[in-house]
């Protein structure tokens, strides 16, 4: 495989290749990443969100009175780092959190109702985004992209 570069010494468009790192999985998801990171950010970013609180806000709402420790382990973030995204979130009334009564060391999260409405406006402009780059799969490849990716997590099948 090789990616198209801005000019040759001849002023002509010159490939730059990439023949060992094209073959290369890790590689290949990296560029795509690259293409879809921006778009993404910059959707978030109309909202005042970042990724990490995006990914959190929605976690969030598919699991209500998830636990801070649980959060932390879905997304693989760690815990010092939630505790300012969950504040984050909070102070804008996007979530609530409760203790959890039977260990009151514990807090129970659970959005708002302007966080519902906030995750829902920004799934749909993020979708939307990445329609640019997806938009080159079938539906039928998209769902097997998926299915492939989920695999490689070792999640359940659906």
Same mark, same amino acid.
């Given at each position: ?13 010159? /490939?730059i290749e990439d023949t ?7 590689? !290949? ?8 990171? +921006? *778009? ?10 970042? =990724?990490?609180?995006?990914?959190? $806000?929605? /976690?969030?709402?598919?699991? +209500? ?5 649980? $959060? ?6 760690? %815990?010092?780092?939630?505790?300012? =995204? ?5 102070? *804008? ?20 109702? !302007?966080?519902?409405?906030? %995750?829902? !406006? $920004? ?8 329609? =640019?780059?997806?938009? *080159? ?11 492939? $990716?989920?695999?490689?997590?070792? !999640?359940?099948?659906?």
């Amino acid at each position: 495989m090789s990616q198209p570069d801005e000019q040759a010494e001849d002023g002509t468009a010159r /490939i730059i290749e990439d023949t060992v790192l094209g073959g290369l999985i890790g590689y !290949r998801l990296k560029r795509a990443y690259m293409l879809i990171q +921006p *778009r993404a950010h910059a959707v978030l970013a109309e909202e005042g969100l970042r =990724v990490a609180s995006f990914s959190c $806000l929605s /976690i969030i709402i598919d699991n +209500p009175g998830i636990v801070q420790s649980e $959060l932390s382990d879905a997304l693989q973030i760690e %815990r010092s780092n939630l505790v300012v =995204v969950i504040d984050e979130l909070e102070q *804008r009334g996007l979530i609530s959190r409760k203790r959890v009564p039977t260990d009151r060391r514990r807090y129970a999260l659970t959005a708002t109702l !302007r966080g519902r409405h906030m %995750r829902d !406006r $920004l799934t749909k402009k993020t979708h939307l985004a990445e329609e =640019v780059i997806f938009g *080159r799969l079938n539906q039928e490849e998209r769902a097997q992209f998926l299915h492939l $990716l989920e695999r490689l997590e070792g !999640r359940p099948a659906r």
